[in-house]
């Protein structure tokens, strides 16, 4: 099949998916009021392919038609180059707002696939299973998105100490086309607009957990199968002036209820395994890593561009220690820009020695998190009052207040409907329900913070830095007795 268009792509929606909100079940979730702006965005993303072929699409090596650059298992350092320019490219597309567009999950299963060996070390039917699903992916062009996290109804406890053992998904029997499965998960991010849900591997399973420790994926419309939306933040009334990105890329979350949901074995990759559950995520995702960090870096040039255009519009930019607070936000651009491009040299190296690409882990789970919540902070404190006094579009189009809201509100050699309509983008960005997600998103993207910083610690580096310190210290010693 190949790549598909835009309009391919909407009509695979069109599905009898179950899709809840606001209180009803979506007939159709293209033609829904707060989706249509996401569902637009998704199909100029599938049609972006069409128009730029060489730089975003590869031939196939089963059927030799254009395929996604996100599918590409690359094993040079040039092919892993291609991978990152084509994935920049999409990423500005939609100005890195997008978490979970479909270049992430592309990137997901192309890890898993790249290393069939890690998913079947004890059952080789599991990583066939992969292989295959990423052959089926590849071909088809599907919208992939995945599902990770148990229910917070009580962190305390383990998934199998609850009230209820079925509050986080698992097993609940075994026939001969598959396994039955009952439960939830979240966040479900993108999930009403995609073709496919991958319940992935994520929390730390302990032992009498086994039943948790599964992954498989299904088609987004499976019987039994229920997407709960939260609250649309696009209200479908407000457009480009005053919901500048709400109105695009409102990408929802949803958590996934599973009733009694029938998973076909060949959709299976992990099953009742806590070893392989608990160390795939780390052995096996170079790619996706790498993809988030791309994404990072092209929201980060975003929202740095919006930084000092606020600081211009309203003529801040002679003040020392403001061009010093831009200064920083740049310097921290061009940071990311040279890790991305160390990334992609340390993940070609890591699928060669097959080990984890650490600095890119460190980039994606510390450094990132840090400078997205930097530049917010310093949009909002350059903005001042301004972010919150911005009229709609309606009140400029009023004769009666037009002529007040142009004499007030106009910036420094900027006329003020162009002020005002950058502030709404601020707004938007950092103080709107869409805003609000974002950054929150942002500082949990890879989980808890605090427990992905807790890896690096349990490195063996730790000790190699721990012994320069002794060495010194024994120098020290010696030198004293002489």
Not at 14 to 22: E, K, S
Not at 91 to 111: E, I, K, Q, S
Not at 247 to 256: K, P, V
Not at 446 to 473: C, H, M, S
């Amino acid at each position: 099949m190949g790549i598909r268009t835009g309009r391919e792509f909407i009509e695979s929606l069109r599905d009898g998916r179950a899709v809840y909100v606001n209180g009803g079940r979506v007939a159709d979730v293209t033609d829904y009021a707060s989706f249509r702006g996401i569902v637009a965005t998704l199909a100029a993303l599938y049609d972006f392919q069409h128009e730029h072929p060489a730089e975003l699409t590869y031939r196939s090596p089963l059927s030799g038609n254009p395929v996604a650059a996100g599918f590409l298992m690359a094993k040079t350092i040039e092919e892993v180059k291609f991978r990152s320019r084509a994935e920049l490219m999409r990423a500005d597309f939609n100005y890195g707002l997008m978490g979970r567009m479909p270049d992430f999950c592309n990137a997901f299963v192309t890890d898993l696939a790249c290393g069939p060996e890690d998913l079947g070390v004890r059952d080789k039917r599991l990583g066939e299973n992969m292989v295959s699903y990423y052959e089926e992916c590849r071909e088809g062009d599907l919208c992939l998105t995945h599902t990770l996290i148990d229910p917070q109804v009580d962190r305390s406890r383990g998934p199998a100490e609850q009230s209820d053992p079925f509050l986080t998904m698992r097993p609940v029997r075994e026939s001969d086309r598959g396994v039955i499965v009952r439960g939830a998960k979240m966040l479900s991010t993108l999930a009403p607009f995609a073709n496919e849900l991958i319940v992935g591997p994520f929390m730390p399973r302990k032992p009498g957990e086994e039943d948790y420790a599964i992954s498989f994926a299904i088609p987004c419309n499976t019987p039994g199968l229920k997407f709960v939306c939260r609250e649309p933040y696009d209200d479908g009334r407000h457009g480009d002036f005053d919901r500048p990105l709400t109105s695009h890329y409102d990408e929802q979350d949803a958590l996934a209820i599973f009733e009694d949901v029938l998973v076909p074995w060949e959709r299976m990759f992990i099953y009742r395994d806590i070893e392989i559950y608990n160390t795939i995520m780390m052995r096996r995702l170079g790619f996706t890593q790498l993809q988030a960090c791309i994404r990072g870096l092209a929201k980060l040039k975003f929202l740095t561009g919006l930084a000092c255009q606020i600081a211009e519009t309203i003529g801040r930019t002679e003040a020392i220690h403001v061009r010093a607070q831009l200064g920083e936000l740049v310097a921290n651009v061009e940071l990311l820009k040279g890790l991305v491009r160390n990334g992609a040299t340390e993940v070609a190296d890591a699928r060669a020695a097959g080990v984890p690409p650490l600095a890119i882990s460190a980039t994606l789970w510390v450094f990132i998190p840090k400078a997205h919540m930097q530049v917010a902070q310093a949009i909002r404190e350059l903005s001042g009052s301004g972010i919150i006094l911005t009229p709609t579009e309606a009140d400029f189009d009023n004769p009666d207040i037009a002529h007040h809201l142009d004499k007030y509100l106009q910036g420094k050699g900027v006329p003020a409907r162009d002020r005002v309509r950058l502030f709404k983008l601020a707004w938007d960005m950092v103080g709107s329900q869409f805003g609000s997600r974002q950054h929150q998103y942002e500082w949990f993207y890879a989980g808890d913070p605090y427990f992905t910083r807790n890896r690096f610690y349990g490195l063996p580096v730790v000790k190699e830095y721990k012994d320069i310190v002794a060495r010194l210290l024994e120098r020290g010693g010696l030198a004293k007795k002489g």
